[in-house]
Protein backbone atom coordinates (compact mmCIF):
# COMPACT_ATOMS: atom_id res chain seq x y z
CA UNK A 1 0.00 0.00 0.00
CA UNK A 2 1.06 3.67 -0.91
CA UNK A 3 -0.01 6.75 -0.54
CA UNK A 4 1.28 9.69 -2.71
CA UNK A 5 0.32 13.21 -2.32
CA UNK A 6 0.56 15.73 -4.71
CA UNK A 7 -0.42 19.64 -4.83
CA UNK A 8 2.04 21.69 -3.25
CA UNK A 9 3.66 24.24 -4.06
CA UNK A 10 4.76 28.15 -3.57
CA UNK A 11 2.09 30.27 -3.13
CA UNK A 12 1.55 34.28 -2.75
CA UNK A 13 -0.09 35.42 1.66
CA UNK A 14 -4.19 34.48 0.30
CA UNK A 15 -3.60 32.39 -2.39
CA UNK A 16 -4.87 28.82 -2.23
CA UNK A 17 -4.00 25.08 -3.18
CA UNK A 18 -6.14 21.73 -3.52
CA UNK A 19 -3.35 18.99 -2.07
CA UNK A 20 -5.16 15.20 -3.42
CA UNK A 21 -3.57 12.11 -1.77
CA UNK A 22 -4.19 8.72 -3.23
CA UNK A 23 -4.15 5.76 -2.21
CA UNK A 24 -2.78 2.65 -3.93
CA UNK A 25 -2.05 -1.28 -3.57
CA UNK A 26 -3.61 -3.95 -2.11
CA UNK A 27 -6.78 -1.87 -0.55
CA UNK A 28 -9.84 -3.59 1.50
CA UNK A 29 -11.17 -0.88 2.69
CA UNK A 30 -10.62 2.67 4.19
CA UNK A 31 -11.80 4.39 7.20
CA UNK A 32 -10.71 7.83 8.96
CA UNK A 33 -8.51 10.40 6.74
CA UNK A 34 -6.69 13.18 7.59
CA UNK A 35 -3.60 15.98 6.97
CA UNK A 36 -1.40 16.90 8.77
CA UNK A 37 1.72 19.23 8.03
CA UNK A 38 4.96 19.59 9.32
CA UNK A 39 7.20 23.53 10.07
CA UNK A 40 10.82 23.30 10.38
CA UNK A 41 11.72 23.08 13.69
CA UNK A 42 8.13 21.97 14.86
CA UNK A 43 6.28 19.27 15.17
CA UNK A 44 3.96 17.61 13.23
CA UNK A 45 0.59 18.24 14.14
CA UNK A 46 -3.23 17.62 12.70
CA UNK A 47 -4.60 20.03 9.91
CA UNK A 48 -7.67 18.30 9.24
CA UNK A 49 -9.53 14.91 9.65
CA UNK A 50 -12.62 12.96 7.82
CA UNK A 51 -14.38 9.98 9.09
CA UNK A 52 -15.98 7.36 6.43
CA UNK A 53 -19.46 9.34 7.41
CA UNK A 54 -18.23 12.71 6.26
CA UNK A 55 -17.62 13.83 9.82
CA UNK A 56 -15.00 16.16 9.45
CA UNK A 57 -12.46 18.22 12.43
CA UNK A 58 -10.17 21.26 11.92
CA UNK A 59 -7.33 22.59 13.67
CA UNK A 60 -8.47 25.92 15.12
CA UNK A 61 -5.97 27.96 12.67
CA UNK A 62 -7.58 26.52 9.58
CA UNK A 63 -10.73 27.03 10.12
CA UNK A 64 -12.95 28.49 7.76
CA UNK A 65 -9.98 28.57 5.51
CA UNK A 66 -9.20 24.63 4.78
CA UNK A 67 -11.90 22.08 3.52
CA UNK A 68 -11.39 18.51 3.75
CA UNK A 69 -12.68 15.99 1.36
CA UNK A 70 -12.84 12.50 0.32
CA UNK A 71 -13.46 10.31 -2.25
CA UNK A 72 -13.54 6.46 -1.50
CA UNK A 73 -14.43 5.48 -5.22
CA UNK A 74 -10.86 6.61 -6.21
CA UNK A 75 -9.17 6.09 -2.00
CA UNK A 76 -8.32 9.99 -2.41
CA UNK A 77 -8.32 12.64 0.21
CA UNK A 78 -8.67 15.83 -0.76
CA UNK A 79 -7.34 19.34 1.23
CA UNK A 80 -8.61 22.79 -0.28
CA UNK A 81 -6.44 25.67 1.43
CA UNK A 82 -7.76 29.84 0.85
CA UNK A 83 -6.48 32.24 2.39
CA UNK A 84 -3.29 30.98 2.76
CA UNK A 85 -0.74 32.76 5.11
CA UNK A 86 2.71 32.32 5.43
CA UNK A 87 2.63 30.43 8.52
CA UNK A 88 1.01 27.77 7.03
CA UNK A 89 4.47 26.75 5.32
CA UNK A 90 5.08 23.58 6.17
CA UNK A 91 5.51 19.96 4.70
CA UNK A 92 1.75 18.40 4.34
CA UNK A 93 1.35 15.09 4.98
CA UNK A 94 -1.92 12.71 4.73
CA UNK A 95 -2.64 9.89 6.50
CA UNK A 96 -5.21 7.06 6.33
CA UNK A 97 -6.42 4.41 8.11
CA UNK A 98 -6.53 1.36 5.61
CA UNK A 99 -8.14 -2.13 5.71
CA UNK A 100 -4.80 -3.86 3.51
CA UNK A 101 -5.32 -7.87 3.83
CA UNK A 102 -6.80 -8.78 7.45
CA UNK A 103 -5.16 -5.88 9.45
CA UNK A 104 -6.15 -2.44 9.67
CA UNK A 105 -3.31 0.34 10.23
CA UNK A 106 -2.15 3.50 9.53
CA UNK A 107 -0.71 4.51 6.39
CA UNK A 108 1.58 7.77 5.69
CA UNK A 109 2.11 9.72 2.43
CA UNK A 110 5.74 11.19 1.95
CA UNK A 111 4.62 14.73 2.02
CA UNK A 112 4.48 17.62 -0.17
CA UNK A 113 5.68 21.46 0.67
CA UNK A 114 3.70 24.13 0.87
CA UNK A 115 5.44 27.43 1.22
CA UNK A 116 3.48 30.62 1.01
CA UNK A 117 4.91 33.95 0.98
CA UNK A 118 4.79 37.60 1.88
Known amino acids: VQLQASGGGLVQAGGSLRLSCAAS????????MGWYRQAPGKQRELVASITKSGFTNYADFVKGRFTISRDDAKKTVYLVMNKLQPEDTAVYYC?????????????WGKGTQVTVSS
Open 95 to 107: NMRLLSGLMWRDY
Open 25 to 32: GSIVSTDD
